[in-house]
């Protein structure tokens, strides 16, 4: 058995007369109920930091829920930062964020005429230096794989030769991806984002058919 006092900052008002209250908690047994996991406190990387896209910090405005500010490629090979994350390990790490369906990644055979002028590139530098991450610090990769910003009236079904290709070269590298999440919080407003109404309004059961055929072409690590 043990006791814990509690005590309120305030003394004023409708509060003051909580104040100097005791909490007695017992406990009928010393074993535990549950473990936590020991990659519970676990962090993230936006995309647009680690690839050089779009930010917050230093903006002054807004476009299209993103910042107005282009930032350098988050360099991942610093010391001091490998001393931060040393605190955390082991963890799991996610890499998603408002430009992960629009991303292109270094995979991608799409022709010139194709791809976004001056759209945030995954390098392949860029994806080494981050598996390279991970495996320092023993974090377990949770990363957004792009859905892409079409609209089916326009163009028809997801396209996912681009997510399909980064799979086949993780894997043809020992590259580790532990968890997937197709496209970036599309569970938010029943399936879209506020700026992309009409860009991410699929079913659920459609993007879980896009998965399974995506998984079951590309064979990633498990």
């Known amino acids: 058995m043990f006791s814990n006092r509690l005590i309120r900052p305030w003394n004023r008002g409708q509060y003051s007369n909580r104040q100097n209250k005791s909490l007695v908690v017992n406990l009928t047994s010393t074993h535990p109920i549950t473990k936590i ?17 779009f930010w917050w910090e230093g903006s002054t405005g ?20 490998d001393l ?20 292109e990644y270094f995979t991608s055979q799409k022709p010139l005429s194709e791809k976004q002028h ?7 530098t ?16 949770i990363f957004t794989l792009k859905y892409g910003l079409f609209e089916r009236r326009k163009q028809g079904r997801w396209d996912a030769t681009e997510v399909i290709d980064l799979l086949k070269y ?13 496209g970036n919080e599309t569970q938010c407003l029943l399936g879209i984002s506020w700026f ?6 699929k079913k659920p059961s459609e993007r879980l058919r896009y998965l399974h055929s995506m998984c079951a072409t590309a064979q990633p690590n498990q």
């Not at 994350?85 to 369906?101: M, N, P, Q």
């Not at 860029?126 to 023993?138: E, G, I, P, S």
Request: include cysteine; proline fraction near 1%.
């Open 118 to 124: 001056d759209g945030l590139l995954l390098s392949q």
């Open 170 to 182: 993780s894997q043809a590298h020992q590259q580790q991806i532990d968890i997937c999440e197709l």
């Open 37 to 53: 996991d020991t990659r519970y406190l676990s962090f993230s990387i936006d995309i647009s930091v680690l690839a050089g896209g």
């Open 126 to 141: 860029m994806w080494n230096n981050l598996h390279h991450f991970c495996q320092r610090h023993d974090l377990a990769l």
């Open 84 to 103: 931060l994350v040393d605190a955390l390990e082991a963890a799991y790490i996610r890499v998603g964020g408002s430009e992960a369906d629009k991303v």
């Open 196 to 201: 992309h109404l009409t860009a991410k309004r």
């Open 62 to 81: 807004t476009q299209q829920g993103l910042g107005t500010k282009r930032v350098a490629p988050l360099d991942l090979n610093q010391s001091k930062l």
